[in-house]
């Protein structure tokens, strides 16, 4: 899978003239989405579907600052998925340096829009074959 770049604007910098650390979980959800149609699975259809995938938890170290203008080159990849939750890890690197700039994981279910959990493997069988095939093997 092709990283996902963002660019750092202006307005995401704070008095300090650092990116403010709310907006990397707005950056990982630019790269999940951007992640899914690079995996043939978009939102917009999935949703379509009646399938809807809320965050259950997210977490972010920050390591390195970035500013304006910087590329934040972002790496999506399934850490786990036990075909309820699925667990997603992300490295966030500054894409003219190579220094990681935050290293972050989230959390997702599947569900309809009535709010009741999908059966995953049951209701789209290939996108689970997809993530499995991605998520690393102990």
């Known amino acids: 899978m092709k990283p996902y770049t963002h660019r750092v604007q ?18 990982m959800e630019e790269a999940r989405i ?7 699975f978009p939102y917009a259809e999935m949703e379509a579907r009646n399938v809807v995938s809320p965050v259950k938890a997210v977490a972010c170290d920050y390591i390195k600052p970035s500013t304006f203008g910087d590329e934040v080159e ?3 990849m399934p850490a786990s998925f036990d075909r309820v939750v ?3 890890r992300y490295d ?17 279910v599947f569900l309809n829009r009535e709010g009741h959990f ?3 493997k049951r209701e789209m069988p290939d996108f689970c074959a997809a993530i499995a095939a991605l998520i690393p093997q102990e």
Request: hydrophobic fraction near 35%; proline fraction near 0%.
């Open 74 to 76: 972002i790496t999506v």
């Open 10 to 27: 202006y307005y995401e910098t704070d008095m300090m003239g650092l990116a403010h650390h709310s907006n990397y979980i707005r950056w």
């Open 92 to 108: 966030m690197r500054n894409k003219k340096t190579g220094e990681q700039v935050c290293s972050a994981r989230s959390e997702h």
């Open 86 to 88: 699925l667990s997603i």
């Open 118 to 120: 999908v059966r995953m």
């Open 34 to 40: 951007d992640f899914m149609e690079q995996l043939g």
